[in-house]
């Protein structure tokens, strides 16, 4: 079995983090203003995905591994402190899921790219 890569695993997770923030995007269970948030976090996560995916340029990591810290921020202070004027949500399935997929993309993100091995003359014959 062919071992991959994880630079080419972070597109896959990037955009798996960028749809789960989707579907929490569009729950009735926030307030307007989460779902907003919410939702721009998930076209930034998918857009760094589609990015990362064609050219893996730094930018679109970067843009990766910020929305995984900012997920993974937002449910711990969620299930600790809670939303604003709020008390804390309980964790269930999607917090789960949302912090765990925001940990791989992280890892995946910052994993340095495997060396490649260059290209030689493309001019000598």
């Not at 679109?60 to 449910?75: E, F, P």
């Not at 899921?97 to 290209?119: Q, S």
């Amino acid at each position: 079995m062919a071992r991959v890569a994880p630079s080419h695993l972070a597109p896959a997770g990037t955009a798996l983090l960028g749809l789960l923030l989707g579907r929490a995007a569009v729950s009735t269970a926030h307030e307007p203003y989460a779902s907003v948030l919410l939702g721009v976090l998930a076209g930034i996560a998918l857009l760094a995905a589609l990015r990362m995916g064609t050219a893996r340029c730094i930018e679109s990591r970067v843009a990766a591994a910020a929305v995984a810290l900012a997920t993974g921020t937002g449910v711990v202070l969620a299930s600790t402190v809670g939303p604003p004027g709020s008390t804390p949500h309980p964790v269930d399935v999607t917090v789960v899921a949302l912090a765990l997929a925001a940990a791989v993309v992280l890892a995946l993100v910052v994993t340095p790219e495997p060396e490649r091995a260059p290209a030689g003359d493309l001019y000598a014959r």
